[in-house]
């Protein structure tokens, strides 16, 4: 089955600051990236998503790159405010399949 | 986006009493749901997948006879945990697909005393 590792498991940075996570997958069917932001407590919300014939997709200050040789896709977050800190988990699905394989999570910080 | 509506947000209760969860679609019809369980600070843990017209389907390590559910119409599943024990006490909740999109509701904090 599909195996998502997410790195890194906590991140702290400055308000204004840019923060990047990172993701790799094993199954190489799988064609469908969606990040997900949770707030404590809360349920997770789609932030963006990407499809594996795409390379990157950009909506504001959050983008998401997708390497499929390596297996790999990032989650970009640019000029971080304090109301970015959650916890997000990045996710891999393959074709027509709804159930995703999501990763561990990152709890990002931004300190203001 | 499409919108899932989980009751009740949060329970207590005491040990061996059972709890059901609701979820609806409010907008969409979904003929799978899918439950899933989140200690804290841990990732979500996918529990079983719930069939509109049949019988769920378990994942590997979750009792069905703990975890009872039904999926009465196209709008609505419910996640049954019954016999509660302590050890049941979890974020509980579910999803739902519309338009090629994961859909979440806003889960249910289960507490056992």
């Known amino acids: 089955g599909e195996n998502v590792e997410q790195h890194p498991s906590t991140l702290s940075v400055q308000e204004g600051d840019s923060a990047v996570i990172k993701c790799t997958y094993s199954d190489s069917a799988s064609n469908y990236f969606p990040w997900y932001k949770q707030e404590l407590g809360k349920r997770p919300q789609l932030i963006i998503d990407?499809?594996?014939?795409?390379g990157e997709k950009k909506d504001q200050r959050i983008a998401v790159t997708l390497n499929k040789t390596a297996k790999h896709f990032s989650l970009h977050i640019t000029e971080t405010q304090p109301e970015d800190s959650a916890v997000y988990f990045c996710a891999a699905l393959s074709g027509g399949s709804y159930i995703p394989t999501f990763g561990r999570g990152t709890s990002l910080i931004v300190h203001p | 986006g499409a919108v899932v509506s989980q009751h009740p947000s949060w329970v207590i209760c005491k040990s061996g009493t059972s709890v059901k969860i609701e979820c609806r679609s409010l907008?969409?019809?979904?003929?799978?749901m899918f439950w899933y369980r989140q200690f804290p600070k841990q990732s979500l843990m996918l529990m079983a997948t719930s069939n509109e017209g049949s019988k769920a389907t378990y994942e590997q390590g979750v009792e069905k006879d703990k975890f009872l559910i039904n999926h009465a119409s196209l709008t609505l599943s419910t996640l049954t945990v019954t016999s509660a024990h302590p050890e049941d006490s979890s974020f509980y909740i579910c999803?739902?697909?519309?338009?090629?999109?994961?859909?979440f509701g806003s889960g249910t904090q289960l507490s056992v005393l």
């Open positions: 999803s739902a697909p519309s338009n090629e999109k994961l859909f």
């Open positions: 907008d969409f019809q979904a003929t799978t």
């Open positions: 990407i499809r594996s014939n795409v």
